[in-house]
């Protein structure tokens, strides 16, 4: 029976792309012949239309035949999904797996399977998505038996009306199992057996179990499956807080999350959006008033401009499909990979997937919200000023545009711990770590701490030298300095606080080169071939032309912080099981060999404190002059080290009449902590921006 049903599936798919694009063709070609043959030959349309009643006949008796083949493998397969309804049997839901700062305090929390998982009393609570789904979707749902002839006479009518196939009278039943039991395709076949899978529905759940159903198991568009999932996208709440107006535009996705995504096109996704809301009016279950209210609040909180084709705060940042809760999302989605990719064989893949984990962190949740808050405002002003460049195609800036991006990495010096870490400005599952452990960036200036650092370790340089700003030329080399001149004789300091590019680069012409590599290969505990295509032995190393991560310039400094002892990050301190038994604990060595002396590292961090000083006229001056003025701000010791990394020629070439930067960075260092600021396009589009902002 199971070859018999493949074949008709097959035959109907070759009818509906093959032959019936013909045949509407030739309806066409030929029809006023036959309105002229129609009056001579009445019996002959009578006889055509019994054949075609007997054939129609015959047809749904083959489907039929095959639905009642399949209807005890329906059966069972509609228990299991009402067991997984109530989290009972083999579909008992699984509890979460939450993630916790090294405080205790959670900063995670998802489940080991993916999609939508709300339970039959969690749907209960959802006011407005249940009424906003019934309103616009099947305003008979309660009362039909799975389908409803007036929505078919209703779709009829409105097709009809507009000469195109525009409403299909489907039930929120009939969606339901078409989702869960047809393959989704355009057929005859496809209706007729979704009608008799919505029977059996009906016989088997009830109507709220339907549309619990129904919620989860819809697909969103963006990748969300679900309901849940899509409020956590777009509106970054659970969808029992939703809003009129906010579950209005997740309903409105349903017949075409796509095309009328807020993210794709928020004219259409409003105008659904208030069809929706229209028709919860209709039926009694919002006011006008509140309608109009609810609107209004929607479009001034999430600062919608749908003229302009800006869907403001909506989906903006996006959400994972995993976390529940995701107040750390380059952590948790570290720790996500961490469990299933270092730890699955101690641990086990059961173990994992069964859920229940307590996984706790170094991460720090007051420090870790102020760096998001920190990169996303930093993220947002550079992509408003690169928005501005009216010599670019409006369409192309706002693809790029979407791409500038940050990164943050704070680590406790002393210990290697990871206490704040942000990967990007929106959550973005396989890119946000990426951004903070693997991309390889040069790091321009920011490495010149380092560089005297070792300088001073060399004995090379003292705190208190001289040093002389001036053209050079060593082997054809000659470096500019971004100031475009000279200082003359000036104390090191101030060439620090300046970022002095012939300082530097004679600083590294008198340690050697292969001293400073070195230094940097053993700071790192990087390999001989890693090295050897990393950091090519030349004097522009000097001013950062080797590649880093943002998580080794940030091991660079906090050795000097430290005292110069190697340091190897850590963010997962260990997993516990259901019942609080420690299942893994973390027992890696995090500090390791003395690299640089003290005495040197004390003497850079000196150093690196006039970056903020205005008498040497630091780079960051700025933040000095406000230290001055409120006596609050900044209340301890600070240094660090401002870079910026200039467009080359190529990039230039690529992104035309786009000005700025390639690479802006930034150090900071506290007595006891180390933070690195990355900012910059995925692609390396040039932005107008520094280190020093």
Known sequence: MNQLRDLWLSLQRFYWRNLEPILQQLLVSVGPALRWL??????????????????????????????????????????????????????????????????????????????????????????????????????????????????????????????????????????????????????????????????????????????????????????????????????????????????????????????????????????????????????????????????????????????????????????????????????????????????????????????????????????????????????????????????????RLERIARRLNGALISLEAGTGDIRAVVGGYGVSEGVMTQRVWSMLRQPGSSIKGFLYAVALDEGTLQVNSTVVDQHINIGGYEPRNWYRGYLGSIPLRRAVARSVNTVAVQTLHNLGVSTFRNAMISSLDMGYLEARDRFQPNLSLALGSGEVTPLELARLYALLVNGGRVIYPRLVLRVEGPEGEVLWQNEQENVGDQTLSAAACAGAIKLMQYVFDEDEDGTVKYIGRRRQSDPTYLPFPIAGKTGTVQSTPETQRRFPHMPGVRDAWFVGLTPQNVAVVWLGQDEGAPFQGSGAQ
């Open 38 to 395: 129609a009056p001579r030959w009445k019996g002959l349309a009578v006889r055509g239309a019994i054949v075609a009643f007997v054939g129609l006949a015959g047809y749904s008796g083959v489907v039929c035949g095959i639905y009642l083949n399949d209807r005890s493998r329906l059966l069972g397969e509609l228990q299991q999904y009402k067991q997984w309804l109530y989290g009972q049997g083999q579909s008992e839901r699984k509890p979460p797996i939450q993630i916790f700062g090294y405080d205790g305090k959670l900063i995670g929390e998802y489940l080991p399977e993916r999609g939508s998982r709300m339970s039959v009393q969690s749907c209960s609570r959802l006011t407005w998505l249940n009424r906003a789904a019934v309103s616009s979707e099947d305003r008979d749902f309660y009362t039909h038996g799975g389908y409803s002839m007036r929505a078919i006479a209703r779709a009829m009518v409105n097709n009809l009306t507009s000469f195109s196939f525009r409403e299909g009278g489907g039930t929120i039943t009939q969606q339901l199992a078409r989702n869960l039991f047809t393959d989704r395709s355009r057929s005859l076949f496809r209706k007729l057996y979704e009608t008799m899978a919505a029977r059996l529905i009906e016989s088997e759940l009830s109507k709220e179990e339907i549309l619990c159903l129904y919620l989860n198991k819809i697909y969103m568009g963006e990748g969300r499956i679900g309901a849940e999932e899509a409020s956590w996208f777009y509106f970054r709440k659970p969808p029992e807080k939703l809003s009129a107006a906010e579950a209005a535009m997740i309903v409105g996705l349903f017949p075409s999350p796509v095309a009328y995504s807020p993210l794709n096109n928020i004219q259409l996704s409003v105008k659904k959006q208030r069809l929706v809301l229209d028709a919860l009016v209709e039926q009694g279950q919002l006011s006008e008033r509140e309608r109009n209210l609810s609107l209004q609040q929607f479009v001034r909180g999430y600062q919608i401009d749908a003229p302009a084709g800006d869907p403001g705060q909506v989906g903006l940042y996006g959400a994972s499909r995993d976390f529940r809760f995701n107040a750390a999302p380059t952590a948790n989605e570290y720790v996500k990979n961490f469990l299933h990719e270092e730890l699955r064989e101690s641990l086990g893949e059961d173990v994992i997937r069964a859920g229940g984990l307590r996984v706790y962190t170094t991460i720090d949740a007051a420090q870790q919200a102020a760096a998001l808050t920190a990169v996303r405002k930093k993220v947002e002003e550079a992509r408003s000023r690169m928005m501005a460049n009216q010599a670019v195609d409006a369409e």
